[in-house]
C-alpha cells in the first residue's frame, strides 16, 4: 500500500520517548497547527532521522499518515535554536512558551498568526544580547521574561482574548492613571468605582498598563531597551498568571460544551 508523504515546516513543542527507541513529537506546523508524530527508532545512534528533529528546533518534516500515528519519515533542521539549550534562562521561557501552547492548542488548525508569533518570539529569545549567561547582568535577564510576556498576551490576542487597555471594561469611561485594576472575568482594566463589585481584580500600577501597549504594538524594539523595576515585574507576572489561568478554565469549559 502506498503512502502519501506529507511535507511542511514544524517547530517542536515536547518530546515524549516512547518503547526502547521510539519518540513522539509535538510539532506546531505551518499547515496543520498542533500534530503529533511518531518517530521510529530515533534513539538509535545509526538515525537519519536524529539530526534533523529535537526540541525547540525549527525543521522542515515529512511524514505518513497511519492508521494511529503520523509517522516522521525525513526531517531537516532549518534553525536549531541553539541559545535556548545553552543557557538555563532562555531554556527555562522556551519550556514555558511550549507548555502554554501545548495548553491551548489541542486540534489541528492551521492558524499563521501562531506560527508566526512563534517564529519571532524565539528567534527573539535565541538573539546572543538578549540574556547573558548565568551570573551575568540581571538587568538583562529581565528582557528575556519581557519576551515571555511578549509571546503570552499576543498569543491571548490571537485567541480572541486581547483585553482592554484604554477605557474600564464595565463602564466604557475613559481610564485615568491612578488606581486602576485588572478584571480577568470583564477582559481588562476597569475603574476604582467599577473595581468595588468585582472582588476578583486586581490593582495594576498604570506602569504596566503601558508595558502591556507596548506587547500589544507588537514593538519588539521598544520591549528590548525596556528597563522595568522589580516590583512592577512581580505586578506584571502576577496578572498574566491570573488571566492565563482564567483564560485555560474558560478554554477546558468550552472544549466540555464542543464535545
Ligand atoms: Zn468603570
Not at 64 to 76: M, N, P, S
Not at 228 to 233: G, N, T
Amino acid at each position: 500500500m502506498a503512502f502519501i508523504h506529507y511535507r511542511t515546516q514544524g517547530f517542536v513543542l515536547k518530546k515524549t520517548d516512547r518503547f526502547e527507541a521510539d519518540r513522539i513529537f509535538t510539532i506546531f506546523t505551518f499547515d496543520w497547527g498542533r500534530v503529533k508524530v511518531l518517530a521510529r527508532a530515533i534513539r538509535k545512534i545509526t538515525s537519519k532521522l536524529r539530526s534533523g528533529i529535537d526540541f525547540f528546533y525549527l525543521s522542515e518534516i515529512e511524514f505518513i499518515q497511519g492508521k494511529t500515528y503520523k509517522t516522521l519519515t525525513d526531517a531537516i533542521a532549518l534553525e536549531k535554536f541553539k541559545n535556548l539549550k545553552e543557557d538555563l534562562g532562555k531554556f527555562k521561557i522556551a519550556f514555558e512558551i511550549s507548555e502554554v501552547l501545548d495548553n491551548f492548542l489541542k486540534f489541528e488548525e492551521k492558524d499563521e498568526n501562531i506560527w508566526n508569533l512563534i517564529i519571532e518570539t524565539f528567534t527573539l529569545l535565541n538573539r546572543p544580547e538578549v540574556t547573558p549567561r548565568q551570573g551575568g547582568d540581571l538587568t538583562k535577564y529581565t528582557r528575556s521574561s519581557l519576551i515571555y510576556y511578549y509571546f503570552l498576551w499576543n498569543f491571548f490576542s490571537t485567541l480572541g482574548y486581547q483585553p482592554e487597555l484604554y477605557q474600564c471594561s464595565l463602564c466604557w469611561k475613559k481610564l485615568k492613571p491612578d488606581n486602576l485594576y485588572f478584571s480577568s472575568k470583564d477582559g481588562g482594566v476597569i475603574c476604582q468605582a467599577c473595581s468595588k463589585s468585582e472582588k476578583e481584580a486586581k490593582k495594576i500600577n498604570s506602569s504596566v498598563i503601558k508595558v502591556l501597549r507596548i506587547i500589544f504594538k507588537k514593538d519588539s524594539q521598544t520591549l528590548s531597551k525596556l528597563k522595568i523595576e522589580p516590583v512592577l515585574e512581580k505586578s506584571l507576572k502576577d496578572i498574566s498568571e491570573n488571566y492565563y489561568l482564567y483564560l485555560l478554565r474558560e478554554n477546558l469549559k468550552f472544549d466540555k460544551i464542543k464535545v
